[in-house]
């Protein structure tokens, strides 16, 4: 993630792009390509999601770039650090959904959510 | 990366939730996180988004893990490495977007996106 | 629709929100509330999404009236009359998915849009 | 706005298109359009979102019509009458956002949202 970090951050100052890329800009733009991700999904059912085609799994991919290049954009100019702001966000799940009340219940899921 | 990947497939593994992670589903969480994320900056200025609070600072970082994880989990569903296809996305934009043509000219940015 | 948007107009020029209104905030906070709405329906099954419970309806009744606020808002900023909008590019669809091909044949539905 | 679920509906049953139509599906293509809408706006200044050339908004105002189509497709299915539901919400945000308190204070407005 570090390499990748610098790579970008290379590539926008290369280009003198960084008086467009704002954290407010650049988290538009995340929630854009994110939703240019979704746009692949939207119409197949959930198992045709898990069963894509080499082509479209291709075309997923490169949106997935595209998601994780502005992601780290937006971390490098805020000083985030993306994986372990994940680590500590998925410790502080193992406190909101302990498996002991989840697993096998039947509080449907979407209300833990 | 990958150590966040297992981390995020034991948590998932252990609540029984593949049932509810189609990468259909994924990418819908994605988007909604994403936006999340965005919210926060939605009434800023492009400046003051650039000057956060340490309080606002803290709320993006968690919002920041969220996104990461749900990319995270996508992937592991899809079999996709997001850092080799963040790599491989920017290299093509590098020939996308070359600098001599790109940078210090009067081409709008908004027109090459 | 004319007078919802009159009524949103005096709302926000009642508090004197003009300043923070801007077509490009008010297009991010489309996504965000649109993204509040599908928030709703993004662990249920298809099937279930048309199952609601009076509960959850009341619930999705009020984010749909937060993206019609902030769409009517924006049309009002930018001089467009939203229900012409729709009408106009539902005449544009119907000459790019003619019944006579979309209708009952093995295209799939996904390669439309 | 009646006439206009009317036509949709029309266009919808024409093409045998319902059986994609669940309520998540339009809810995810909802946040789908609505992040093209944004993202005519992404690189923008808030300035230049004020005053955008014939070309931009003629296909701002597509981007509007396609989200308005996805919202009254939802609405239909759902039984929710949208512009009701923005009346609706409008007036809970009257009590939620009074005019004195709001207007002209130095609360910022991104606290209320």
């Known amino acids: 993630m570090n390499e990748l970090i610098r790579k970008i951050r290379t590539f926008r100052q290369e280009r003198d792009w960084d008086q467009y890329h704002s954290p407010k800009n650049l988290a538009m733009a995340l929630v ?3 939703s240019e991700l979704a746009e692949h999904f939207q119409w197949l059912t959930e198992e045709q999601s898990g069963n894509l085609s080499p082509d479209k799994l291709a075309a997923v991919q490169e949106e997935i770039g595209d998601v ?8 490098d100019k805020l000083g985030i650090d993306p994986i372990a702001a994940a680590h500590s966000k998925l410790e502080k799940n193992k406190g909101k959904y302990p498996v002991s009340r989840v697993r096998g219940k039947a509080y449907k899921y979407s209300e833990y959510k």
Chains 1, 2, 3, 4 share one sequence.
């Open 32 to 34: 854009v390509e994110a």
């Open 68 to 75: 994780l290049i502005y992601l780290a954009n937006l971390c």
